[in-house]
């Protein structure tokens, strides 16, 4: 029998060519704005102007600066304006680590205690400063989800928050940008949104075949647009609009109804990312296919699924077909520019004991029903030695 399940999202997504201009008709009248963004690309690539002209009749308060894997300390500086200021709506205009850093400001905004705690004690975010997003830099689907993650550099800490109150009131996604995106930054979103749904699909448990079929055709989408996004020309604008889609719709919501989800590659490449540095995505591409090959008993009957589905396996027993599409995985890593070992970054035992001893530590068991064991964790990372 499926699961059981609840569906919320209450979204308002605006996808097409010039869609920023709508962003005025979009927040409520008389607003007091905060424009959130990071390291300065949206003023390169023309995003910006076309933002602060649509918002021309609004009072605009901005804050630049938020990091790729934003800081904590740097998100309370924009909480301390968000409540001296009193602001009414927060504008998030960049990537997923600009929209995930915004919903924390607008849930510390309205938080009494301190706002770590939000974090670390997994306390329940009861409200928030409304917000939207204009997306520019597609991969986390952050704009049309409830979640996110920040980090404190200080501490070398790397963790995700949650709440409904956390959705945008709308995303506004415009295909054009992709066009400025730098290849490496491409290559990423390709990898964050493949993994996104790979965690949500290829897990020990039954899906709905709806969803699974939704998952199948993401992952075959992704690995179809790959060339073309990631070639030496910029992409057309079909290709653009078809990928800024893909990943706006790889972690929404829809693929994971129902499904007991996985998440381990994630959260280890949380810790990964906290200690050494490297990109989200750097570590997926590490990680996943590690997941892959130790968790195979586990989730036998849907990598054989994916082998036959996604990447068309026909031929050979059913232990050659699982290990093809592992293959072919992390060589499509590969292909779109990501290292898939730990050597590749001159990484080794040390980090991995780190790891196995801070989830050790926190009693942390991951994956679908808790199936990926710190045991485990160490046989992941060793595999991508």
């Known amino acids: 029998m499926r699961n059981s399940f609840d569906f919320y999202n209450p979204v308002s997504l605006h996808v097409g060519k010039g869609k920023i201009a709508k962003v005025a008709s979009l927040i409520p009248p ?30 605009v308060i901005e804050f630049g600066g938020i990091e790729s894997n934003p800081d904590y300390h740097t998100l309370l500086k924009a909480v301390t304006i968000c409540k001296t200021e009193k602001i009414d709506f927060i504008l998030a205009v960049g990537g997923g680590s600009i929209i995930d850093g915004s919903k924390f400001i607008a ?46 550099r200080d501490r070398k800490e790397k963790f995700p928050f949650f709440s409904l109150v956390l959705f945008p009131q709308f995303a506004i996604l415009d295909p054009t940008v992709v066009y400025s995106i730098p290849k490496k930054q491409i290559g990423n979103g390709i990898v964050d ?8 699909y290829i897990t020990s448990t039954d899906n709905y075949k709806i969803t699974d079929r939704f998952a199948e055709g993401e992952l075959k989408n992704l690995i179809d647009l790959a060339p073309a996004l990631m070639g030496k020309d910029i992409p057309d604008y079909e290709v653009c609009a078809d990928y800024i889609l893909t990943a706006t719709l790889g972690l929404n ?31 997926l591409a590490i990680i996943y296919p590690g997941v892959m090959h130790v968790m195979k008993e586990e989730k036998q009957e849907k990598l054989l699924q994916y082998a036959e589905n996604v990447w068309h396996i026909t031929k050979g027993t059913d232990e050659e077909k699982i290990e093809k599409g592992i293959h072919l995985t992390e060589q499509f890593f590969i292909q779109v520019g990501k290292k898939v070992h730990l050597s590749d970054y001159n990484l080794g035992q040390t980090v991995i004991d780190i790891i196995v001893n801070r989830f050790e530590a926190r009693g942390s068991v991951l994956g679908e029903n808790g199936i990926v064991t710190p045991k485990h964790v160490r046989k992941i990372l060793e595999n991508r030695l």
Request: proline share 3%; net charge negative; with cysteine.
């Open 30 to 59: 008389f607003s007091k704005v905060l424009l959130t963004y990071g390291g300065g690309s949206i003023k390169r690539n023309g995003i910006y102007d076309q933002v602060k002209t649509a918002l021309k009749d609004f009072e």
């Open 107 to 152: 849930a510390a905004a309205k938080f009494d205690k301190d706002p770590w705690t939000i974090i670390i004690k997994g306390l329940p975010i009861k409200e928030a400063l409304p917000l939207g997003a204009i997306m520019t830099m597609p991969a986390t689907s952050s704009e049309m989800n409830n979640g996110g993650v920040i980090s404190r």
């Open 193 to 200: 949104c493949f993994v996104h749904v790979v965690e949500q």
């Open 253 to 283: 919501g829809w693929i994971g109804m129902g499904a007991v989800q996985d998440w381990a590659a994630h959260k280890i490449g949380h810790e990964l990312t906290a200690l050494e540095g490297l990109d989200h995505a750097e570590t």
